[in-house]
């Protein structure tokens, strides 16, 4: 299940189930989302995008699916693995604007064996 | 694919003294590049963009004089953390952006993690 408090909300995950990892985004005028993979000591690495054109975009058992709705943006992981096992960060970017890439808080995926 | 390289990969050095951390676009040209820090179970916080052969633009909060941003080249820049403290121990990330590449996609560096005794 998911928790929050001091430490990164956490999602614990059975290996073979699949993972939603859920994301609020801050400005209705971006247009571009990314969602990355970080594990520990190591940099950002780029899982999938999608634009705001788009509700929904499918990867190598990963889909991203955006709602401009209500700002909400999710990463749903098929038959997730051990590797899986990291922290997972939604970004939101306005392209029309100064380009940059604002980050979200971040979720801990913990793959249970 | 793009890889960029950051150096060191970690560096401990005592308070008062300066550190510079390098970024490297390996196999392509970034006319642009980020600079990072990240705090321990917190998300990377933007300090600032560099643009090569201009001056960095800082976000609101970062010291300028403090962080200082060098981009000479278009493989290069440099975050040099000036008269450090223990409070400026964090992990340090840099990213680029491709010229002529989609506008929104950013590569990572692996980061640099500072201890400042």
């Known amino acids: 299940g998911e928790s929050v408090g001091l430490h990164l909300p956490t999602l614990s995950v059975q290996e073979g189930d699949n993972s939603i990892i859920n994301c609020a985004y801050s400005?209705?005028?971006?247009?571009?989302f990314i969602w990355y993979k970080q594990e520990s000591g190591k940099g950002p690495q780029f899982i999938i995008d999608?634009?705001?054109?788009?509700d929904k975009r499918q990867g190598q058992r990963v889909t991203v699916l955006l709602n401009k709705t209500v700002k909400h943006l999710s990463l749903q992981i098929a038959a997730t693995q051990p590797g899986d096992s990291a922290v997972y960060f939604c970004?939101?970017?306005?392209?029309?604007?100064?380009?940059?890439?604002?980050f979200g808080t971040g979720t801990k995926l913990q793959v249970i064996p | 694919g793009a890889v960029v390289s950051q150096h060191p990969s970690w560096v401990i050095c005592k308070s008062g003294t300066s550190v510079k951390i390098e970024c490297r676009s390996l196999?392509?040209?970034?006319?642009?590049m980020f600079w990072y820090r990240q705090f321990p179970k917190q998300s990377l916080m933007l300090m600032a963009t560099?643009?090569?052969?201009?001056?960095?633009?800082?976000e609101q909060g970062v010291e300028k004089d403090k962080f200082l941003i060098n981009h000479a080249s278009l493989t290069l820049s440099t975050l040099t953390v000036t008269s450090a403290h223990p409070e400026d121990s964090s992990f340090y990330i840099c990213?680029?952006?491709?010229?002529?590449?989609?506008?929104?996609?950013?590569?990572f560096g692996p980061g640099t993690r500072l201890l400042v005794l």
């Open positions: 400005n209705s005028a971006s247009d571009y």
């Open positions: 196999d392509f040209q970034a006319t642009t």
């Open positions: 999608i634009r705001s054109n788009m």
């Open positions: 970004a939101e970017n306005f392209s029309g604007g100064y380009q940059k890439v604002t």
């Open positions: 560099s643009n090569e052969g201009s001056k960095a633009t800082y």
């Open positions: 990213s680029a952006r491709e010229a002529g590449g989609y506008q929104e996609t950013q590569y």
